[in-house]
């Protein structure tokens, strides 16, 4: 009786009992990790997620002059034509500017503001839907917004007429053209961040708060010292997301605005691979330019995880 209850204790921890085949093992195991449920999905991601990397690593070895044109083989020339380019660099060094300037002041500012809404002021759910109004416009009609209050005679220089700096033609200058995108892609960005940090601080304990506030503790000590380190992994979430945004999705911006100029200032990894691919046809080089984008985001998420997983 006892060998019994144990075969059949076995049998359903997915283990198979003394002398049973080591297949039946195997096979109950799989039956776990991949459950009838779940292979629709697996075999969705399998087709749509990882097809179309895989077709991203194979184009970039071919010379594909068109989609008309039967391809070559081209080995390493495409990413040797990459490194050599000084387009690409630009771009580069233009990706490298709008994470490392947009990222950390989106993430901050948003978290300041997800702060703000969960103290519950007056009026405080009205804010959460204005903070994420941004989301709900599309991507043209906000470049339409920002072309009118950007253009040298928009509202950005009416306002700063008045105190002598009017006059910039903000796109179309190379020292303050990329910064303008950057401020597209924050205003775009921290409202729909603020929503979705505040989520995570809603779960912190009010009584804590209180008492801290009892204690001495001002806002600024609360917000860093309490509500960061509780909500740290989760804001680590949220800027992976943000961080893929502005390095995949860059290119939408930059074309309804500048167009990747005047020159290079503008032209972003994200609108290189679409002005290989579209504009020029060359869909060899424009690959091998998103298998680069596609390890520097791996690596920048690894990055951020690092730097911002949680310590508590």
């Known amino acids: 009786m006892t060998t019994l209850v144990d075969a059949a204790t076995d049998t359903a921890a997915g283990t198979s009992p003394p002398g049973a085949p080591a ?40 010379s594909w002059p068109g989609m008309l044109v039967t391809p070559t083989f081209a080995g390493l020339d495409n990413f040797a034509t990459v490194f050599a380019d000084e387009t690409f660099w630009a771009a580069t060094r233009n990706s490298a500017v709008q994470i490392v300037v947009g990222l950390p002041v989106m993430i901050v500012l948003a978290f300041l503001l997800a702060f703000y809404v969960v103290q519950k002021p007056r009026g405080h759910r009205v804010l959460r839907y204005l903070l994420f109004i941004p989301a709900l416009i599309s991507a043209p ?82 917000a860093w010292r309490m509500y960061w380190p509780i909500a740290r992994d ?37 609108y290189l691979i679409y002005q290989k691919a579209f504009v020029e046809a060359d869909l060899g080089y424009s690959q091998a330019v998103g298998v680069v984008l596609f390890v520097i985001g791996l690596l920048g998420m690894g990055a951020i995880r690092r730097v911002l997983r949680a310590t508590h």
């Open 141 to 222: 009609a906000t470049a339409m917004v920002f072309y009118a209050m950007l253009n040298p005679d928009g509202l950005v220089n009416g306002i700063l007429a008045p105190l002598g700096f009017g006059g910039t033609a903000w796109l179309a200058d190379p020292s303050t053209a990329l910064g303008a995108i950057i401020a597209v892609e924050l205003w775009s960005g921290i409202g729909y961040s603020a929503v979705l940090v505040a989520s995570r601080l809603d779960g912190v304990d009010t009584e804590i708060v209180q008492a801290a506030r009892i204690d001495g503790a001002g806002d600024w000590r609360i």
């Open 23 to 62: 297949g039946a093992r195997r096979r109950g195991t799989l039956r776990e990790r991949f459950p009838g449920l779940a292979l629709p999905a697996l075999v969705w991601y399998a087709v749509f997620m990882i097809g179309p990397v895989v077709a991203m690593f194979v184009i970039a070895f071919l």
């Open 234 to 270: 989760f804001i680590g979430v949220v800027t992976m997301l943000q961080f893929l945004s502005m390095l995949f999705n860059s290119a939408q911006n930059v074309l309804l605005l500048t167009q990747g100029g005047p020159g290079t200032s503008t032209t972003t990894l994200a």
